[in-house]
């Protein structure tokens, strides 16, 4: 494996150890959907939702296996962008750059917003326009500190939010299955599950267990990538799956009418547990809110940095400030990005950029899988069982959802995609930086 030139600035600092990395993965995928998503997927597919969990972690499986091997392969930050520049090329790597980043500002903005939702739960003021910009500022301000003096502090951060929110969903799992030993599930409404409802659920599952490509951005201050990132996705995904499934089965076995929950985990925790429950999980979904802006706080930085580095963005986004070690003029930018996202994203913003950008650059870094074999056949240290079999599968997976997507809803992608080119014309005669 090629080593990246170094220069006479500061260097990232290699900190990030194994099951710190497996916490980011968590988080960066166990953000606010949980709260929700079960009553979604109960009225579509009715008790069939349970089964559906377990078929969207399998299909999700084959594009994480991808990403374990194409990942095992570099050791610097950037992710899906680096990953794919070096397969194909300049335009393709900023085009995934841009599509990357876009998607993390905009989930990470609708996170701050949820939260001050939630947070309206005990303190009803909070709601209240003025007061939630400068909540909102206060809590992205704060992340961004912690970040800017040294990833040792955000991947604390990361791991205690982590710790505390499977703390919180573990307490309601272990409830819920205390309760279906002496009670019988209540009789559901008739769901009509056909074949669109199953791909609609799947799309949905789709994106309920994705996010953990942004644990891989900080990649350059991992201690040892090609071991820990694949043990860090599979076990992200395992933990992710038994929790989503245990979740949904609960719901659909405790409430009467759980489609028409709009808080379906707290409703559920009232049932089983009565008002402290309800208060427990409105905690958890504080914490995992903020467990997921945090680990994005910390890792999504690294994305511009990566493409600052590698000569894509203005080389600014590439300082690394000469004590805390950390990019943090990318930090600072993307924390004021977040911020302003936050005036005016919501989660259908999120659903939009997500259903079409994540299956594209899901499906392309699949499609790297043999490419990279060709043009690295001695990097890496973890390599795919099957040969082409699973990239195949990870590509048909993307394909087969993409009939699903809503395309009439793309004008923020299109626009994306248009500055992405102007970026790439702006840099293609450029000098590029390293590619390990």
């Known amino acids: 494996m090629q080593e990246p030139q170094r220069s006479s600035q500061p260097q990232l600092m290699r900190i990030i150890g194994r099951w710190s990395m497996v916490a980011l993965a968590v988080n960066c995928v166990l953000g606010s959907g949980i709260f929700g998503l079960p009553a979604v997927l109960a009225g579509l597919l009715g008790r069939a939702s349970v089964p559906a969990v377990l078929a969207g972690a399998v299909g999700m499986s084959a594009i994480i296996a991808c990403y374990a091997e194409v990942a095992s392969r570099f050791n610097s930050s950037g992710g899906t962008y680096l990953y794919l520049r070096t ?36 303190w009803p003021a909070a709601t209240h326009a003025a007061l939630r910009a400068l909540i909102s500022a206060g809590f992205v301000g704060a992340l961004a500190a912690i970040n800017y003096r040294g990833v040792g ?16 969903l573990a307490v309601l799992c272990g409830a819920g299955l205390a ?16 074949a669109s409802a199953w ?26 990538p090609q071991r820990d990132v694949p043990f860090a996705l599979f076990v992200a995904l395992g933990v992710v799956a038994v929790l989503y499934t245990l979740l949904q089965w609960i719901v659909v076995s405790v409430l ?40 994005n706080m910390l890792a999504s930085p690294r994305g511009m940095f990566a493409l600052a580095e590698q000569g894509d963005f203005p080389a600014a986004f590439a300082r ?42 899901y499906g392309a870094v699949c499609a790297a899988v043999p490419v990279l074999r060709r043009r690295q056949p001695r990097a890496g240290s973890w390599q795919l069982p099957g040969g082409p079999l699973l990239p195949a599968a990870g590509i048909a ?40």
Not at 330 to 351: E, K
Not at 416 to 426: M, P, R, S, Y
Request: aromatic share 10%.
């Open 320 to 361: 690394v400030h000469a004590r805390y070690r950390t990019p943090y003029v990318a930090i600072a930018v993307f924390a004021l990005l977040v911020l302003a996202f936050t005036q005016f994203a919501d989660f259908s913003w999120n659903v939009t950029l997500s259903a079409v950008a994540r299956l594209f650059y």
């Open 397 to 436: 997976v993307c394909a087969l959802l993409l009939t699903c997507v809503d395309f009439s809803k793309s004008l923020i992608l299109l626009a994306t995609i248009g500055v992405a080119l102007v970026n790439w014309l702006a840099v293609r005669r450029a000098p590029a930086g390293p590619t390990a």
């Open 179 to 194: 309760w279906l030993t002496s009670h019988a599930a209540p009789t559901l409404p008739p769901v009509a599950a056909d």
């Open 256 to 295: 009467v009418d759980p489609a028409a929950s709009e808080r379906p985990l707290a409703d559920a925790a009232r049932v089983l547990l009565g008002p402290w429950g309800a208060a427990l999980i409105t905690m958890g979904a504080l914490i995992s809110v903020y467990g997921f802006t945090s680990a």
């Open 153 to 168: 502090g955000g991947a604390l951060m990361s791991n205690l939010a982590a710790l505390g929110k499977l703390a919180a």
């Open 199 to 224: 791909l609609h659920a799947l799309l949905l599952l789709l994106f309920a267990y994705g996010g953990y490509e942004a644990a891989l951005f900080p990649l350059g201050e991992a201690r040892n």
């Open 87 to 122: 397969a194909f090329g300049r335009l393709i790597g900023v085009q995934a750059g841009w599509l990357t980043l876009l998607v993390r500002i905009t989930a990470c903005a609708a996170s701050v917003n949820l939260l001050v939702s939630y947070l309206g739960e005990f």
